[in-house]
């Protein structure tokens, strides 16, 4: 039981390029979730996944796409990858009748 | 909109109590906390209902005032092992999706 997983654990791009981060659970969660984490700023909800099928914006979506492949796969991508999207990435998951969310390991992606 | 924490950070030595704080513009239907370490990922600690259901950590204590729309995380006799960020969370609603949104996080330093 691996919970969830994250790839890659570290990017370095330059401006302009793009790039998918990949997010997998195996606890057959309903939600999932991307979050950047930036110094000082807490974790802030890009997107989010309420069911498999199912995609909405959280509070800081520009820039970014998602897809929920499937019920344990949640993918976020940046199209044209841009310095102020040098952070963090977390992604999480929360199953249909608990209340925590369990966070993936991080990407940290750095753009030049 | 993102709940308050207070303080941003608390340094501590071994043995003693801090007291963190979480407010909300919005009304509240649950506060969750988690703790992250440096350089990892956030874990769940304990959520906070409406109503006073409580779930999580058994040796870390919280309180939830609706009215006041506010929480208050409880570490008492601290540990070394307590130290890292402490956030908040808060869930709105749409379209039937409970929506997280973090606070900016308050760092614990406990010194032996």
């Known amino acids: 039981n691996a919970g969830v997983t994250q790839t890659p654990k570290f990017q370095v791009l330059k401006t302009g390029q793009s790039m998918t981060l990949q997010c997998a659970q195996d606890m057959n969660h309903n939600s999932m979730y991307w979050y950047r984490q930036d110094p000082g700023m807490g974790l802030r909800l890009i997107y989010y996944?309420?069911?498999?099928?199912?995609?909405d914006k959280g509070e800081v979506p520009n820039g970014y796409n998602v897809s929920r492949l499937n019920k344990r796969e949640f993918s976020l991508r940046l199209e044209s990858a841009a310095p102020s999207q040098t952070s963090v990435y977390f992604c999480?998951?929360?199953?249909?009748?608990?209340?925590?969310?369990?966070f993936g390991p991080g990407t940290r992606l750095t753009v030049t | 909109q993102q709940p308050v924490q207070s303080p941003q950070a608390v340094i501590l030595r071994e043995g003693e109590d801090a007291v963190i704080n979480c407010s909300s513009s919005?009304?509240?239907?649950?506060v969750h906390w988690y703790r992250q370490k440096h350089g990892e990922a956030p874990v769940f600690l304990m959520i906070l209902l409406k109503g006073g259901e409580q779930k999580g950590h058994e040796k870390i204590s919280a309180s939830f005032n609706e009215k006041k729309q506010q929480s208050s995380l409880y570490l008492t006799a601290s540990q070394l092992s307590y130290s890292g960020t402490y956030f908040c969370?808060?869930?709105?609603?749409?379209?039937?999706?409970?929506?997280?949104?973090f606070g900016r996080g308050t760092s614990l330093i406990v010194h032996p």
């Open positions: 996944s309420a069911s498999e099928g199912t995609t």
């Open positions: 969370g808060t869930d709105s609603t749409s379209g039937g999706s409970y929506i997280p949104t």
């Open positions: 919005k009304a509240l239907y649950s």
């Open positions: 999480a998951s929360k199953g249909l009748a608990g209340y925590e969310q369990y």
